[in-house]
Each structure stands twice: as structure tokens, then as C-alpha cells.
């Protein structure tokens, strides 16, 4: 999978892509990350790509020009599944969202500012609009960071066995059940029985059980009716 990502601060891209899983998937070279500074098509010398909205009101609005050169350009090189653009009245990010866009070849991410981009970029180039949650980021780019994070981890050969996705929370509708690890006993507090007992059938029900006792109380909005 390749994603481009278009903002006027790439460098706050640069770390969260430079470790761990990310890093992983980049090394294997089953992702590819190119991050693109908006004002290299900006209007004129001073690197301009913002403006006053028209009719008034505080606040500049991100310029048609640089963002749909910016497109155009990265299009004439190969063709894209979705161009993302992410705004606080986007789609709210979900795992089953991040499982469909893990399946996709190409993607442009596209890093508002202030008070957005112009909508004709909206209406003509954007093919998905992502909220990552109920309140407003300065920017695009950490969302940008917490998407490409959900969908880069799923892809084929980034995780091992150990850590797949299969049993994360919301895989199945459902949040992950408790995890313990030595020691036994800390404090006089005690792991449960059953995952000490080696009996693998009784702890994958209790963990079955766990799961759905845990979405119950944290999350039944997951279970549906
Ligand atoms: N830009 C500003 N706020 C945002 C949010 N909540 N989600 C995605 N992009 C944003």
C-alpha cells in the first residue's frame, strides 16, 4: 500500500511513521509513506496557500491551487482509491473502516488547517471525509497519523501471530478481555485461576466471557439490541 500525505507541517508526520509497527511495514516494504509539503505548490513566492474567506468572518481557508496541484500531480503518476481529507464533520473513523481501507492500493491524505480547505476541493477531488472523534484538532496531521497507524498494522505480514489484529478489540464487535503476566502473585493479587491451569479450551471461555462481560459495562452500545 502507498499513502501520500499533503499538509503544511509534514515534519510532525515524521515520528509517528518512524518506529515500531510503522517502521516495521516500511522496512518489509509493505508500506509506503511519501510526505509532501503543501507550499512547494504554493500561489506565489512567499509560499502562500491560505486566504481570507470570502463574506468575511475570521480565519483563513487553505487555496484551491496548491491542493489540486498537488492532487493532479501525484494522479498523473498512478491512480488513487481515495483522496481523504480529514475534518472534524468527516465519517467518524471506525475499525471496520480501517479494515476496508487497509484493502485499498493508493491513498491521498490531505491535511486541513485553520478553517478548512475551499470546498471546491471538497466537492470535486475528496472521495472520503474522516472524523477520527467529536472535537477539533489544529490540524489534519495527527489524524492523518491515526489513521495510517490503524490501517498499517493490519496489512498482510505487519503483524506476526503473537499480536494479530484477529483478537484486537472491535475486531468482532467486541473490546479485548483482561491480560495478565508475571508475576503470579503481586501483592498477594492473584491472576485467575483458569490462565494458569493449561487447559486451553477453559481459557479461551473464559476469555469469550471476559470480553463480553467487559463490553457490557464499557461499551454496550457495541453489543447492538
Ligand atoms: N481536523 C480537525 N479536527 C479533526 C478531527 N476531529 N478529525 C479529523 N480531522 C480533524
Not at 141 to 163: F, H, K, M, Q, Y
Request: aromatic share 8%.
Amino acid at each position: 500500500m502507498r499513502i501520500d500525505i499533503i499538509s503544511i507541517l509534514p515534519e510532525l508526520l515524521e515520528s509517528p511513521f518512524s518506529h515500531s509497527m510503522m517502521k516495521r511495514a516500511q522496512t518489509k516494504g509493505l508500506l509506503e509513506i511519501h510526505l509532501h509539503q503543501l507550499r512547494q505548490w504554493a500561489v506565489n513566492e512567499y509560499g502562500q496557500v491560505d486566504d481570507y474567506q470570502f463574506g468575511g468572518g475570521a480565519g483563513l481557508v487553505m487555496m484551491c491551487e496548491p491542493l489540486v496541484k498537488g492532487i493532479e500531480q501525484l494522479s498523473h503518476d498512478r491512480t488513487y482509491d481515495e483522496v481523504i481529507y480529514f475534518t472534524p464533520d468527516g465519517k467518524t473513523f471506525d475499525q471496520g473502516l480501517a479494515n476496508r481501507l487497509s484493502m485499498k492500493q493508493n491513498l491521498i491524505m490531505i491535511c486541513g488547517h485553520y478553517k478548512g480547505i475551499d470546498q471546491r476541493v471538497r466537492d470535486k477531488f475528496v472521495t472520503m471525509e474522516i472524523s477520527i472523534g467529536d472535537y477539533v484538532l489544529s490540524g489534519g496531521e495527527l489524524a492523518a497519523a491515526v489513521v495510517t497507524d490503524a490501517i498499517g498494522r493490519l496489512l498482510p505480514g505487519v503483524l506476526n501471530d503473537e499480536t494479530s489484529a484477529l483478537f484486537d478489540s472491535f475486531q468482532d464487535d467486541m473490546l479485548a478481555p483482561p491480560v495478565y503476566t508475571r508475576p503470579e502473585d503481586f501483592r498477594g493479587w492473584k491472576v485467575p485461576e483458569v490462565l494458569l491451569s493449561g487447559n486451553h479450551r477453559l481459557i479461551d471461555e473464559w476469555r469469550q466471557e471476559q470480553a463480553m462481560k467487559r463490553t457490557q459495562e464499557k461499551r454496550p452500545d457495541l453489543l447492538g439490541d
